[in-house]
């Protein structure tokens, strides 16, 4: 008799392999450059497009109890794996039900203002951690506020701030550094919290007591300094779809932005803007089929992009092509930043 169950999908023609070893590796070398204090990790974003339940696991193994994402809709997959005393949530509270599932879940919630510290007061407080904002001028309490009564009566764990221009050789870093620490002798609090991925490049000065790394974790590269510590942690593969011989003056993709010169072997590949490569990547983009490079042919396309298989004439459908990764290189050959590169990644890919 014929089965109502539908019949089993066949495999996607992209795949995503993330190396958590790289993973783990990177998290120790930055826990290592964090001196005295603690490595934790963000994991917003969905571990930065990599996965929450492939990175959390293999970071809580590693040693990490701290874990950092932007909005409470993003805690119960975190949670899933790790207790919710260690997550964090950076947006704050901005409504009762986020108070509520506060509360009922033991997340902790990062205030920002002195509105949501009275909100949380009247709720019943309980630990929680505190933004103050040294010069980026985005979320959190100005130095000014933190003398406030609400503020010293609030039970803070962690209390934070962000650096503007950690990926640069700045003044701002040494006027934040210098304004934290101000604002930190002034508040009671357990712990200090102040550099991302390329604040713990700036020294041990930005460490404090609690580092929160989140892009050189998945193998981006904010500053020179860290170059030859963090692994590429992401590898990007498709299928080819279709090999196919074109003559001389025959043009490629939308807007026959490419022109042959001379006749040419191409393949298409399953591999678009829908998944994260982006129109901005395709130029001077290489696919790689082993040690064999694929150069990009004219506009990236919403789930296709077109290789020249001069130096690998032997491909046909179905046999996988590496997509560029690197994420510094990658960066510096399409002006997308190495942030954009990894959280741009679409779902066909992480599924």
Known sequence: MPSDAPPEAPPPTLRLTVDT??????????????????????????????????????????????????????????MRHVPAASIAVLHGLINAAEIEYAKATGAVPVLNSLEQARAWRKAGGGRCHVMVDTGINRLGLSPG??????????????????????????????????LFRETARTVPHRRASFANSAGIALG????????????????????????????????????ILQVRDIEAGASVGYNAKFTAHEAMRIATVSLGYADGF?????????????DKPCPVLGRVSMDMVVVDLAQA?????GDWIEAPFS?????????????????????????
């Open 21 to 78: 070893q790289a993973l783990v590796d990177n998290w120790l070398a930055l826990d290592r450059l964090s001196g005295r204090a603690q490595a934790g990790a963000a994991v917003k974003a969905n571990a930065y497009g990599l996965g929450i339940e492939t990175c959390v696991p293999a970071l809580r193994d590693a040693g990490c109890d701290s874990f950092f994402v932007a909005h409470w809709s993003e805690v119960d997959a975190v």
């Open 145 to 178: 506020e933190v003398g406030s009564a609400d503020i010293e009566s609030l039970d803070i764990d962690i209390l934070m701030s962000h650096l503007a221009c950690a990926d640069e050789d700045s003044p701002m870093n040494d006027r934040q550094l210098e």
């Open 204 to 239: 041990t000065d930005y460490a404090f007591d609690v580092t929160r790394p989140g892009l050189a974790l998945y193998g981006g590269v904010p500053r020179a300094e860290l170059a030859d510590r963090i692994r590429s942690v992401a590898r990007v593969e498709a299928a």
């Open 278 to 290: 982006l129109r901005a990547r395709g130029p001077g983009a290489v696919f790689m089929a082993g």
């Open 313 to 317: 004439r032997d491909l046909a459908p």
């Open 327 to 351: 994420l510094p290189h990658a960066a510096r050959q399409s002006s997308v930043s190495q942030y954009e590169l990894l959280t741009t990644i679409g779902n066909r890919l992480r599924g």
